[in-house]
């Protein structure tokens, strides 16, 4: 569903400490996906 709307989705530990505070706050908690296309490989 949100790959035809094109929503990104942000996973992560709801239940732990502060995470949804942190999630909110844009921090870098969980894993971001989206329907950019990359085009480089992580080492």
Known sequence: ???ENN???M???LFE???LQKAIN???I???VDNKV???LAD
Do not use: A, I, Q
């Open 38 to 40: 990359k085009t480089e």
């Open 1 to 3: 569903m949100s790959k």
């Open 7 to 9: 929503m990104p989705v």
């Open 17 to 19: 400490n502060n995470n």
């Open 30 to 32: 969980g894993t971001y």
């Open 11 to 13: 996973v992560f530990k």
């Open 26 to 28: 844009g921090e870098d």
